[in-house]
């Protein structure tokens, strides 16, 4: 049914496998079965997404989340700072997650690309499922693809490729606080040159929303196709921004927003919330969860992003893992 989704498949609606995937979870997920058994959301019946129970995305960091008992063939972390954390998410197919992105990306992005990635955080952490992805989105594994912190050794190979006879653009991604050092120091002016920036700046202890980010990054890339990319571990499907600041979500994706004061609650389109997100392609672990992320969605399915809640770990729902044993 999930695949379905992604190939747009009439005969499946988001409703209809959300509530399918609802009632085998909801059963099989020993820790979301728990969590909704103490907050009396146990053998209820849902017929709206809206409505179907979010669980805190920091139980990702707690417990080992999965519908049914599986062994996984890879653990994928989130990157966290010092001293922080980091969430993990299991992965029971890696095959499953190498198709729903390949599909996702190829569904924003349907031309062939030359890619090259400057993520430096994410690969000095490790386990990282954004590299993950765009190794295989490269279709190779080529290490020479991907950059830490020599600037100028990723400059000769972006304009070395450009200068290539090829039919194929350039594809760059890259973690924001990277590509803005990278845009100090070096300016490409070639409109084959594309760029997808994802994360955010958590560890210069600092947030820029993303027009600031474009700006700056226009600096360097005047001539390029600047987009961003959503996703985060506990996710297994992205949504990718096009000309604005809007994202839009994978067809394995609904996002929405919930009242900051009671996350049981829906919020009107256009109002900001904190976001929620039904991930179905996240079938063999939970699909409803509920992020720390600040948002606004829109009737046509789009959301943008607006922060972070502060202090996101003591928040709500969030300290039942204080006392939570599934």
Same mark, same amino acid.
């Not at 085998?24 to 179907?52: A, C, P, W």
């Given at each position: 049914?999930?695949?379905? !989704? %992604?190939? @747009?498949?009439?005969?499946?609606?988001?409703?209809?496998? +959300?509530?399918?995937?609802?009632?085998?979870?909801?059963?099989?997920?020993?820790?979301?079965?728990?969590?909704?058994? !103490? &907050?009396?959301?146990?053998?209820?019946?849902?017929?709206?997404?809206?409505?179907?129970?979010?669980?805190?995305?920091?139980?990702?960091?707690?417990? /080992?989340? *999965?519908?049914?008992?599986? @062994?996984?063939?890879?653990?994928?972390?989130?990157?966290?700072? *010092?001293?922080?954390? #980091?969430?993990?998410?299991?992965?029971?197919?890696?095959?499953?997650?190498?198709?729903?992105?390949?599909?996702?990306?190829?569904?924003? =992005?349907?031309?062939?690309?030359?890619?090259?990635?400057?993520?430096?955080? =994410? %690969?000095?952490?490790?386990?990282?499922?954004?590299?993950? &992805?765009?190794?295989? !989105?490269?279709?190779?594994?080529?290490?020479? #693809?991907?950059?830490?912190?020599?600037?100028?050794?990723? =400059? +000769?190979?972006?304009?070395?490729?450009?200068?290539?006879?090829?039919?194929?653009?350039?594809l760059l991604w890259g973690v924001t606080f990277a590509l803005l050092d990278f845009v100090e120091k070096y300016k490409i002016n070639d409109s084959r040159l594309k760029v997808i920036f994802t994360g955010g700046m958590k560890s210069r202890g600092v947030e820029l929303d =993303?027009?600031?980010?474009?700006?700056? !990054?226009?600096?360097?890339?005047?001539?390029?196709?600047?987009?961003?990319?959503?996703? $985060? *571990?506990?996710?297994?499907?992205?949504?990718?921004? +096009?000309?604005?600041?809007?994202?839009?979500?994978?067809?394995? $994706?609904?996002? $929405?927003?919930?009242?900051?004061?009671? %996350?049981?609650?829906?919020?009107?389109?256009?109002?900001?919330?904190?976001?929620?997100?039904?991930?179905?392609?996240?079938?063999?672990?939970?699909?409803?969860?509920?992020?720390?992320?600040?948002? #606004?969605?829109?009737?046509?399915?789009?959301? /943008?992003?607006?922060?972070?809640?502060?202090?996101?770990? %003591? #928040?709500?729902?969030? $300290?039942?893992?204080?006392?939570?044993?599934?």
């Amino acid at each position: 049914m999930v695949e379905g !989704l %992604l190939r @747009e498949d009439p005969k499946y609606t988001f409703c209809d496998v +959300s509530i399918a995937v609802y009632e085998y979870q909801s059963e099989h997920n020993v820790t979301y079965k728990r969590y909704l058994e !103490l &907050m009396g959301y146990n053998n209820k019946k849902y017929f709206s997404v809206e409505d179907i129970p979010l669980m805190p995305i920091s139980f990702f960091k707690h417990y /080992e989340i *999965t519908s049914e008992k599986w @062994e996984a063939e890879a653990i994928f972390k989130s990157s966290g700072t *010092t001293g922080m954390q #980091r969430s993990q998410h299991l992965v029971r197919d890696k095959s499953w997650y190498n198709y729903v992105s390949k599909e996702i990306f190829a569904s924003f =992005y349907p031309q062939d690309y030359d890619m090259l990635a400057l993520l430096p955080s =994410y %690969l000095e952490n490790g386990d990282s499922s954004l590299v993950h &992805m765009v190794k295989h !989105l490269t279709g190779d594994q080529d290490p020479n #693809r991907f950059h830490l912190y020599d600037f100028e050794k990723l =400059y +000769s190979q972006i304009l070395e490729k450009l200068s290539t006879d090829t039919d194929k653009d350039v594809l760059l991604w890259g973690v924001t606080f990277a590509l803005l050092d990278f845009v100090e120091k070096y300016k490409i002016n070639d409109s084959r040159l594309k760029v997808i920036f994802t994360g955010g700046m958590k560890s210069r202890g600092v947030e820029l929303d =993303y027009d600031s980010v474009i700006e700056k !990054l226009k600096v360097g890339f005047p001539t390029s196709d600047i987009a961003a990319e959503y996703g $985060m *571990t506990e996710l297994f499907s992205q949504a990718y921004t +096009s000309t604005d600041s809007l994202y839009t979500p994978a067809k394995t $994706m609904k996002v $929405m927003t919930k009242d900051f004061n009671d %996350l049981t609650c829906s919020t009107k389109d256009g109002k900001s919330g904190q976001i929620g997100i039904v991930d179905l392609a996240n079938l063999h672990t939970i699909s409803f969860i509920q992020t720390d992320d600040i948002g #606004r969605c829109y009737d046509n399915g789009q959301f /943008e992003l607006m922060g972070r809640v502060s202090n996101s770990d %003591l #928040r709500g729902c969030n $300290m039942l893992y204080e006392t939570f044993t599934p």
